[in-house]
């Protein structure tokens, strides 16, 4: 049966408890379907907003206003390891594997560090934020880490060049090792959350609201903007919807909003349309969803359910609000866990059928960080890896066995010593480097030890080159189709360039129109004032007025026609 459930942590505080059980419980499991009720909880801890993650073996508790992380095992249900480290913790993220083989660490200091739980190596970034990191996140692809900070910016680090054991040299030009790739700046004040797209494709965005009271959207990989929103009121906590249709943002006074990207209509993604990223978006104050409280205090946390429909919102009074996304209202209170609720962390459906794989790899065992120059500093040959860095993991036979016929990497593994099968067909292969397509004097003993008869050999050759034929053909149908559209598109963009041409002359040309409407009614006004005036004039000399009109009407006539004349002329 499918069930979901979600993580929450709370903030100590001097509440007594609603339940006896809830005493010194920090972290709790919580099942949301099918029925709202508690399954575990952990205790001693205590966590501020952005202080919490979750692998599929454990969870990772950054303590408030402390510079210590605890380590619980899912496993056990129980707390594994007490980590302290050189400065606070302000927030925290988990990166790499989904066992959550890399820990991020946001400091009070500016800085990242970075843990590696499976070999204990310790990496730190420059103190690249001037104030302390509020949030960090890690993108669906685990390539890139944003930090936010209350100095108003936002970095965007390359996870894979800050673990890399190879640095590249700094320079003048060059920016000195584990520093960021790249600077968000276009928020004015702290910034207060930060949530990323669910694409591990080559294109993604991330959304981050700050105390300036908007919600940003833009592309992380290149720092364009996309869209800038204007909100009610300051974020307190983000999250997108699963399939990025909307992000949801919770505020201060406990009321959450649904911001739409689809509420313009586009011809494309709203996000990409770049007549609507000129104009900020402003999201209406009444579209704010209310809670059902006035003491609920801020909505510190946000995370949605499997299928979208459902939000859930963590608050200071301790209470987990369950929203409908549908009917966009408050739809019942499924938790209470009496100290204010920082974090909330929805986990993976449980019960989905899912192929397992023929291995299953868990770090169920933590390696505290070792304070070792050799590890954190990067000191040794460039691009060498220290004799000392072990590897330290568990490897699992899956619960069910998916495919028929023996698992010859699980038996390897597990016999006393490598199989002479193995061993021979390893030689063979060595002894096979360098001479492609060669008769030595040792294929008799190589073939032996392959132990596989030609008839075989010709069949899998065969069955090689109808496939690499297979392959060809669709190559060159992909080549051709490729070179097709970047004709139609190179053609497009041409047609595009020209009726912007021609729509600039369009409206130069109306503009024109339009200055010569102005003069011409501005020298006919002239006249008839003109006119009045010298009737005027005529009539109080006694002369006759009407006569004075005429001969002025008609020596502007022959002005108009001269200056008619000479337009045309030009």
Same mark, same amino acid.
Not at 86 to 98: D, Q
Not at 212 to 223: E, L, P
Not at 437 to 445: K, L, V, Y
């Given at each position: 049966?499918?069930?979901e459930?979600?993580?929450?942590?709370?903030?100590?505080?001097?509440k007594?408890?609603?339940?006896?059980?809830?005493?010194?419980v920090?972290?709790?499991?919580?099942?949301?379907?099918?029925?709202?009720?508690?399954?575990?909880t952990?205790?001693?801890?205590?966590?501020?907003?952005?202080?919490?993650?979750?692998?599929?073996?454990?969870?990772?508790?950054?303590?408030?206003?402390?510079?210590?992380?605890?380590?619980?095992?899912?496993?056990?249900?129980?707390?594994?390891?007490?980590?302290?480290?050189?400065?606070?913790?302000r927030?925290?993220?988990?990166?790499?594997s989904?066992?959550?083989?890399?820990?991020v660490?946001?400091?009070?200091?500016?800085?990242?560090?970075?843990?590696?739980?499976?070999?204990g190596?310790?990496?730190?970034?420059?103190?690249?934020?001037?104030?302390?990191?509020?949030?960090?996140?890690?993108?669906?692809?685990?390539?890139f880490?944003?930090?936010?900070?209350?100095?108003?910016?936002?970095?965007v680090w390359?996870?894979?060049?800050?673990l890399?054991?190879?640095?590249?040299?700094?320079?003048?030009d060059?920016q000195?090792?584990?520093?960021?790739?790249?600077?968000?700046s276009?928020?004015?004040?702290?910034?207060?959350?930060?949530?990323?797209?669910?694409?591990?494709?080559?294109?993604?965005?991330?959304?981050?609201?700050a105390?300036?009271?908007?919600?940003?959207?833009?592309?992380?990989?290149?720092?364009?903007?996309?869209?800038?929103?204007?909100?009610?009121?300051? +974020?307190?906590? @983000? $999250? #997108?919807?699963?399939?990025?249709?909307?992000?949801?943002? =919770?505020? /201060?006074? &406990?009321? %959450?909003? *649904?911001?739409?990207?689809?509420?313009?209509?586009?011809?494309?993604?709203?996000?990409?349309?770049a007549?609507?990223?000129?104009?900020?978006?402003?999201?209406?104050?009444?579209?704010?969803?209310?809670?059902?409280?006035?003491?609920?205090g801020? +909505?510190?946390? @946000? $995370? #949605?359910?499997?299928?979208?429909?459902?939000?859930?919102? =963590?608050? /200071?009074? &301790?209470? %987990?609000? *369950?929203?409908?996304?549908?009917?966009?209202?408050?739809?019942?209170?499924?938790?209470?866990f009496?100290?204010?609720?920082?974090?909330?962390?929805?986990?993976?459906?449980?019960?989905?059928?899912?192929q397992?794989?023929?291995?299953?790899?868990? +770090?169920?065992?933590?390696?505290?960080?070792?304070?070792?120059?050799?590890l954190?500093?990067?000191?040794?040959?460039a691009?060498?890896?220290?004799?000392?860095?072990e590897?330290?993991?568990?490897?699992?036979?899956?619960?069910?066995?998916?495919?028929?016929?023996?698992?010859?990497?699980?038996?390897?593994?597990?016999?006393?010593?490598?199989?002479?099968?193995?061993?021979?067909?390893?030689?063979?292969?060595?002894?096979?480097?360098?001479?492609?397509?060669?008769?030595?004097?040792?294929?008799?003993?190589?073939?032996?030890?392959?132990?596989?008869?030609?008839?075989?050999?010709?069949?899998?050759i065969?069955?090689?080159?109808?496939e690499?034929?297979?392959?060809?053909?669709?190559?060159?149908?992909?080549?051709?189709?490729?070179?097709?559209?970047?004709?139609?598109?190179?053609?497009?963009?041409?047609?595009?360039?020209?009726l912007?041409?021609h729509?600039?002359?369009?409206?130069?040309?109306?503009?024109?129109?339009?200055?010569?409407?102005?003069?011409?009614?501005?020298?006919k006004?002239?006249?008839?004032?003109?006119?009045?005036?010298?009737?005027f004039?005529?009539?109080?000399?006694?002369k006759?007025?009407?006569?004075?009109?005429?001969?002025?009407?008609?020596?502007?006539?022959?002005?108009?026609?001269?200056?008619?004349?000479?337009?045309?002329?030009?």
């Amino acid at each position: 049966m499918l069930s979901e459930c979600f993580v929450a942590s709370t903030l100590a505080s001097a509440k007594t408890p609603a339940s006896a059980s809830l005493r010194d419980v920090g972290i709790c499991f919580h099942e949301l379907q099918p029925s709202a009720t508690l399954r575990s909880t952990l205790k001693k801890s205590s966590t501020a907003p952005n202080c919490l993650a979750v692998s599929a073996s454990h969870v990772f508790a950054a303590q408030s206003e402390k510079a210590i992380l605890h380590v619980y095992s899912r496993e056990k249900g129980n707390q594994e390891a007490t980590v302290p480290f050189p400065e606070r913790i302000r927030s925290i993220a988990v990166a790499g594997s989904k066992n959550g083989d890399i820990v991020v660490l946001g400091t009070e200091g500016g800085r990242l560090i970075l843990w590696e739980v499976c070999t204990g190596r310790q990496v730190a970034t420059t103190a690249s934020h001037l104030r302390p990191v509020t949030t960090v996140v890690v993108d669906p692809s685990s390539n890139f880490v944003l930090s936010g900070s209350s100095d108003a910016s936002i970095h965007v680090w390359s996870l894979v060049d800050l673990l890399s054991f190879t640095k590249p040299s700094s320079g003048r030009d060059r920016q000195p090792p584990n520093s960021p790739i790249r600077t968000f700046s276009n928020h004015r004040a702290a910034i207060t959350a930060i949530t990323v797209g669910h694409s591990t494709g080559r294109y993604n965005f991330a959304v981050s609201a700050a105390q300036d009271n908007t919600a940003i959207a833009w592309d992380y990989r290149t720092g364009r903007i996309l869209r800038n929103f204007l909100l009610p009121a300051s +974020a307190a906590s @983000l $999250t #997108l919807d699963p399939v990025d249709r909307a992000f949801y943002a =919770g505020y /201060e006074d &406990g009321s %959450v909003q *649904s911001v739409d990207f689809y509420n313009q209509q586009s011809v494309q993604h709203p996000l990409h349309d770049a007549s609507l990223q000129a104009t900020p978006a402003q999201a209406p104050s009444e579209d704010r969803w209310l809670p059902p409280s006035a003491d609920s205090g801020a +909505a510190h946390a @946000l $995370t #949605l359910s499997y299928d979208g429909m459902t939000l859930l919102s =963590g608050h /200071e009074n &301790g209470k %987990v609000y *369950s929203w409908n996304v549908g009917r966009r209202k408050y739809a019942s209170t499924v938790a209470d866990f009496t100290h204010p609720v920082t974090n909330i962390i929805m986990l993976p459906l449980d019960g989905l059928h899912q192929q397992a794989a023929n291995l299953k790899r868990v +770090a169920h065992t933590i390696v505290k960080p070792r304070y070792d120059h050799t590890l954190s500093e990067n000191t040794h040959a460039a691009g060498a890896v220290p004799a000392d860095y072990e590897f330290s993991t568990h490897l699992l036979r899956p619960s069910s066995e998916t495919t028929a016929g023996p698992d010859w990497f699980m038996e390897a593994f597990s016999h006393s010593s490598f199989p002479t099968s193995m061993l021979e067909k390893g030689l063979a292969e060595l002894a096979s480097v360098g001479q492609p397509g060669s008769n030595t004097a040792s294929a008799p003993s190589m073939d032996l030890a392959m132990d596989i008869d030609n008839p075989a050999k010709d069949s899998q050759i065969a069955e090689l080159e109808a496939e690499i034929a297979t392959l060809k053909q669709k190559a060159s149908v992909s080549d051709v189709a490729r070179r097709t559209t970047t004709d139609e598109i190179t053609k497009l963009r041409s047609e595009l360039v020209n009726l912007h041409n021609h729509i600039s002359e369009l409206n130069e040309k109306q503009e024109q129109s339009r200055r010569d409407k102005v003069r011409r009614q501005a020298r006919k006004e002239e006249r008839a004032t003109r006119r009045r005036e010298a009737w005027f004039a005529a009539e109080k000399k006694g002369k006759n007025g009407d006569n004075v009109l005429r001969r002025m009407g008609i020596e502007e006539d022959s002005e108009t026609s001269g200056t008619d004349q000479s337009s045309d002329e030009q």
